[in-house]
């Protein structure tokens, strides 16, 4: 039993059977249940009422599909984070405060990202509401210390404030709109968003004061990982800029909660590891296309983003996706590492993280060898009904 215990210790669980683990289990799989049960209902709306993307050149569906995966997803989170609330309330006033201030902001642009799939909005008001959003961070004292950043100089407290605030606001709207960009193939987001936010709660978990975090992102990876149940190639449904936003804003507004304000001199630089993916891939994407003379490189969509590359290569976006999730898992480990956390945790963390989504894949494959089957039984049928 004690050495249990020491184990579980070392992934920053106090007690296994205590109030404070067990809510983060019941918000991880309260948002993972909630969304995977919601989606097939959403879908057929989705599909009666028409929130679909039309195939064009870009997209690789053949037929209209449900855009409307970003809806079930923030479901599947907020629902998560009321049971957990309801279950352990925050008793510090100030981090429910933060809490709701994310809460809020995620709300705002799920909600803008859904008025944009469905009838289209101007670069330049989505980029106004994201930064709405980052300022309602920065009020609620959500911010970038700049003189706890390593290796550079310590400046006066006022011009700290500025810097800090401009690095608060680039850094959302920069992940916000990375994860975006980077929904282009089935799978693709959903995963490395799973991968990120579990990452993140694993890091959190280590450090005691860190609780609203780790309740946050429980809730972000289910969510996550309910929704891929249901993208994995074939995709039933895609999550829209609603979804994808939601995932980059929030990823970027906890990390601000949580990991990015350790003050351990390489600390700050795990979140920008664990999603270099995305970003890695914007900065590539956007000096790309203001090299070929584009002005508005957010503006003008094409096919150099790092999935449309990989699956050129391997002409299968299930292995595109998997490529993309391992990428993201081995950031994750490396940040994990500068963050010095333990092996054991480290270890632990990539298992769990790729027995989740070997399931997930696991399921929505069998399930679309089932609906194959289902489909050709039902087309032998109708030609035997003809002859």
């Known amino acids: 039993m004690d050495s249990l215990q020491a184990l579980a210790s070392q992934f920053g669980i106090a007690s296994p059977s205590g109030r404070g683990f067990l809510s983060v289990l019941v918000t991880f799989f309260t948002a993972w249940m909630f969304t995977w049960a919601f989606i097939p209902r959403l879908r057929e709306f989705a ?33 998560s984070i009321i049971v957990a609330w309801a279950l352990r309330p925050i008793a510090v006033d100030i981090v429910n405060i933060q809490v709701l201030a994310i809460l809020l902001g995620a709300s705002m642009l799920v909600l803008v990202g859904f008025i944009d799939d469905q009838y289209g909005l101007t670069p330049l008001s989505r980029l106004l ?8 961070l920065l009020v609620n004292d959500l911010r970038i210390d700049f003189n706890a950043i390593p290796f550079l100089p310590v400046v006066p407290e006022p011009l700290s404030t500025v810097l800090g605030t401009l690095m608060t606001i680039v850094w ?15 799978g693709v987001v959903g995963g490395v968003a799973f991968v990120a936010s579990f990452v993140l709660l694993a890091t959190a978990a280590q450090f005691p004061d860190r609780a609203a975090a780790v309740i946050l ?23 829209g800029d609603a979804g994808s936003t939601l995932f980059g804003y929030t990823l970027a507004a906890v990390s601000l909660l949580g990991t990015l304000k350790f003050s351990a001199g390489a600390s700050l630089l795990v979140p920008l590891i664990v999603l270099a993916l995305p970003l890695l891939d914007t900065t590539q994407v956007v000096i ?3 090299a070929r003379g584009i002005r508005n490189p957010l503006g003008h969509p094409d096919k150099t983003h790092i999935h449309h590359r990989v699956l050129a290569r391997t002409d299968s976006a299930r292995r595109t996706a998997v490529i993309l999730w391992l990428v993201a898992l081995a950031c994750g480990a490396l940040g994990m590492s500068l963050q010095g956390l333990p092996p054991t945790v480290i270890g632990g963390t990539i298992l769990v993280v790729l027995v989740c989504l070997l399931f997930v894949a696991y399921r929505r494959v069998r399930a679309d060898h089932r609906e194959q089957a289902t489909a050709a039984q039902a087309s032998r049928a109708d030609s035997s009904e003809g002859n």
């Open 288 to 290: 790309g296309r203001l």
């Open 172 to 186: 959302v709207l920069a992940l916000t709109n990375a994860v975006n960009l980077l929904d282009g193939v089935d």
């Open 129 to 136: 509401v994201q930064t709405l959003a980052a300022v309602l």
């Open 47 to 79: 599909i009666r009422v028409g929130w679909a993307d039309q195939p064009n050149e870009r997209r690789l569906n053949k037929e209209p599909l449900p855009n409307a995966g970003g809806l079930a997803i923030y479901g599947g989170f907020l629902v």
């Open 217 to 239: 992102l429980a809730g972000l990876s289910g969510a996550a990982l309910g929704y891929l149940r249901h993208n994995f190639n074939p995709s039933r449904i895609i999550m």
